[in-house]
Structure formats: C-alpha cells, structure tokens
C-alpha cells in the first residue's frame, strides 16, 4: 500500500484517511497510552479487587486467577475494620500528618516572608534552602538515622548521654521520624508558598503600607487572603504525600520500636513482604484508595467552586 | 497638610542617574505637577517623597522635618497609584476602611467615615459589592478616597488619569481641582500630559534627564520658559524653534540656518542674542499664534518670505507649514486666506520672539519678566 501511494499523487486507503481526519490521528497517537495504562492501572485494579475477596496468599503454590477456589466474600472488610494494628497505623500516620504539615506550613510562610525582599545572596540561600528537598528520603532517612544514633551528633551536640537513645524509644521515635519529614519537606512548602506570595501584586503591598498598615496587619488582611488557594494546594499536596510516608520511618526506624512508628505504608509493606497476607494488603489498599478519592473529589469540588 | 522640601536630591540605579540634584520648594497647600517625558525621572521623585525609594544624595523634609528614618507606614501620605493598586480581594467598604481599621480607630467612626467618603466619591450604591467588580472610573474614585479617608499630609498622584477613556478623564481633571480645594490638601501631581499639568496644578516642576528644567506657575512657564527645552516641551502646537549659526555682516546680526535660510534679527531679540558675545550658534524661538501676515505692525518685528506647503485644520482654526527654503515654521493662519502652494511674506515680532544658546539650551538676553 505505502508503494503504490508513494507514486500517486491523491493517496488513498485507510492511513491516508488517517491523516487527513483528525480525530482519527489522536485515537493512534492516543492509543499506546491507553493500552499502557490499561495494563498498569486498570488490570492491577481489577486484580486487587479480586484478591481482596479470597483468601489467598502466594504460600499455597496456586495461581492468583484460581484465588476463586478459597472465596471469602467481604470478610478481609470486615477484619480490616477490626485491626487494632491497622487502626494503630492509620493513628499515627495521622499524628504524623497533623503536626508535620502545619509544622512545615508555618515554617515555610516565615522563610517565604524572609525571601520576598530583596537582600545580598539571597539566590544562594535560595538554593540552599532548596536541598533538602532534592534529596532522594531514603538518603534523608540515612541521614537521620545517622544523627539520631546513642553516640551520634545529635546527641553529641546535646550533651546527652549515649545511651539517650532516640530511634529505639517508644515516644522519642515518633519526633525524630516528624523532625526528619519537616527537615525534608519544609522547603517545598516554602517553594509552593513564596510562588504564591510573590504573586500578590506589590503595588497593592504598597498600598497598604502606604495607608499605614503594620507589616503584620498587611501579611493577614492582605498577603495570606491573596494566597488562600496556593495555601489550599500546598496543605493537600503535603498533606496526601505525607500520607503516603514510608522511606523515612522504615530506614530510620523500621516501624519500630515495636509498632512504635508503623504507618500505613509500612504496615502495608510488611503484610505484604512479611507476612504474605497479599488478600489483605489488597483490601485495605481499596479502602484507602476509596476513602482518598471522596476526600479528594469533595476538596477538589469545593476549591472549583470557591474559584466561581 | 504639609508643605514640602526636597533639597539637593540625587538618585542612581546603578550607573543610571535618575534624579540630578533636584531642589524643589512645594508650599502647603499647594498643587504641584512634576512634569515631563516618560523615563524623565519625576515618578521617582515622587516614589521618594513616600519613602518607596531611598536618597543616593540630598535631603527631603515635611515642614522642615528630615524624613529619611521615618517609615512609609508613618509617613501618612495618601498615594494614588496609575493602576490604582486597589484590593480586590476586598469589598468596596473594606477598601475605604483599610486606612482607619489599621489604625485601630473605633468603628462607629469608620462606619461614618467611610459613609461620608462614599457618598463624596458617589460610589455608596457600590459599598458591599467586591472592589474587583467595580469600572475603571469607580476605582478610580475608589483609589482617591481610600487615600483622602486617613486625612494624609500630603497627596501624591501617580498618572492617576492615565488609563481613564477621554470623557471622564475630562470630569475628573474638573473633579480632582474641586477635590483639592475641598481638602485642600497638598498635592504632587505626576504626569507626562501638558494639558493635565498646565488645567490643574498651582505650580510646575519641568523635569528632563532627571534635571529640573524650570518651576513656576503654568502661565510663567509658557510666557517665559527658562530654557530650550521647556520651550519646546509646552505648547501645542510647539513652539518653532530655528537652529543656527549667529553672523555679523554689514551690522546686521543674523541666525544663519542649514539650508540657506536665514532670520535677520532686530529689536529685542538681536540684542537678547548679542547679550552674550560667546554665543556662535543659537536658536529662534516663537511660538505659532505670534506669527502674522498681512501688514508690518511695528519695525522691529521680522519680515521673512515662505512658501504655503499644507494646511491643517485644527478646530476653527488653520495651521499653516511655511517652508523658508528647508526651514519650516507653523503659523495660524488666522484671516483664512492661504492657499497650498502661496509665496507669502510673514513676520515674526521681535518682542515675542526668544532666544536661546543651542549648546546649552540656556534662555539668552536673562528672562524678560
């Protein structure tokens, strides 16, 4: 075919047809994505749901299509909801998420205040700033993990004994895995914000100085008003990663001591590296992946009418 | 209400100098305009009057009082900005009573305030409505008021009419003297449009390459520019403005100009020119409603020979383009009688005409009055 329209100048068949209609074109340049997320989301997705109503687990030699045999109905559901490990997760994956966030809100609103002026090496301090953030968590959680240990330079600098330990004690655990997560994520909040914030327009800064606005009376009646939806996006986008924190609490801690700092993403990661209960782990992953979506749909829905 | 001192200011951005020792005495009460073309330096004297941009050199002070460690916060200046900088996340009335909130003043008072001040600005229908809603016109009068309600010192305007359709630009020009005289406040008045400076202000500051260029009253500065370029700077039509080189032959002082055209000068003006003997090439200045044709009115004025090249309609009137050889002169053409392509004798009256020295654009002969 591509020989004989080669020679002619009016090509016909079906891929000149193609290329003259435009809605055509997009369906084949649109299609390999498709299939790729068909296969990357949509399948997994179908396979978990299926997973999530068996019994099975990858120990018993069957394959995971023949899960039918050991069908459990909704009891993986049920169970779930029962769990005190799983309720004692999703706790402190909570607790990490209410004080780590707010934590590094208030911290980057106060970095992205200095940064608005203009002042001698500020670019430098900027990309500074901006490390941690660049940095893979693992590493982060390398990092801490370094710091934090009995004879470390925590303590060292301290002056705590070394066997003040942090990463092994029940509640100490928990505040270096938070002081890691707002070292790491502090800049991107800081990030978000100061784009936010220099998008209020000056002159109308000016303005209310001009009038005789205190600095603080025109950050709360005239900035933070101005950046509601960038404070919106960047409390949820923080707020849903930090949901997901996994690499910083299993490096440093490994969840423990004991469950000490297990969150959700590393409770799952042992149900499902440990102990194998594959059945499970696809139960509570629906239930969150459900939970998040609502929660995400009601704030989206309610940020697109705040805009009207 | 405050009167003004800037003393000896200079400002620089780098290499750049903005502002070259300026000297400038505002009264209190008064309404002063800096004016001149775009990039001349006058938005940054006013930005240093706020306090917005800090001195290189010199001093500014409110009734004798040096500013320079007083914050704009404190400063109490009612600053109207070109595009109004009005907050649009707020309503109408929060506009208003930003100034008074932030000065922790009851709210009784703010309320009458505000009210006061809407119904001054006509725009109390508009009250509870999001300031972001409002006309270019409202904001306008939403800016004003913002800034008249804290009772400010002095009140400075930057362009403020410059983005209003012709109209109301006209009612507002009318407004804001009435407004003046109500609060009568100090002003500084920003702009680059003659009419707005010479229809509103008390006073003038020309102001070129950062220089002032001269200070006065508008009728002085027409009647008596001080130089070349405020000469050339006000008037519309402009003032024409010959160049050329000053000779002496056979006692006759004339303007020789490139071309071949040349002014044979008498009177007042010869001996303005011949008042500084180092002078070798100078400028005639007269302006075009001074030009006339017909008969010699007094023996020193003038007499030049030119050819009717176009004719302009310009309201009632006509402008004619004379070309004396390459030289042009505008004139009105006030007897309408002109034809394209006339040879007509025309006169330039001596007492009327200025003199200038091109190389320093300087007013020869010491201004008249």
Redesign the interface.
Known sequence: MSDKSANTPTKTGYWAKVAQDGNKMGFWFVLPTVLLLVFIVVFPLFMQLYLSVTWWTPLEGTPWYMAWEVFSWGENYWYQLTDPRMWGALWRTVLIMIIAVPAQFFLGMALAYLFIEKFPGRKIFYSIMLTPMMIVPAVVGLMFYLLFQGTGPVNDHLGLPSNFSWLTDVNRAMISVIIADIWQWTPLMFLILLAGMLGVPSDQLLAARLLGGSNWQNFIKIIVPRMKTVILIALVLRAVECFKIFDLVYIMTKGGPGVQTETISVFLYKLTFAELEWAYVAAIGLTILFVLSVIAAKGLSYMVKKDK | MSSIQIRNVTKRFGDFTAVDNLTLDIEEGEFAALLGPSGCGKTTTMNMI?G?EDLTKGSILFDEQELSGTR????????V?Q?Y??????SVYKNLS??LE??KVDKGEIERRVKAMADRMSITHRLDQPAASLSVNEMQKLAIG??AI?EPRIFLLDEPLSNLDAGFRAYMRAELKVLQHEFGQTMIYVTHDQIEAMSLADKIAIIDQGKLMQYGTPLDIYNSPDNRFVANFIGSPRMNLIDGELREEKDQLKLMVSGGAEIKLQGQVKSEFASDGKVQSGSFGIRPQDIYFGDQRSDSDIKMHGTVEVLERVGPKRLAYLHVLETMFIAFDDQDRLKVGDKVPFYLPSEKSMAFDLASGRRLGGVAK
């Open positions: 706020a917005i704009i916060q404190d400063r109490n200046i009612g600053f900005f595009n900088a009005i907050f649009t996340h707020l930003y100034g932030v000065k913002r800034s804290v």
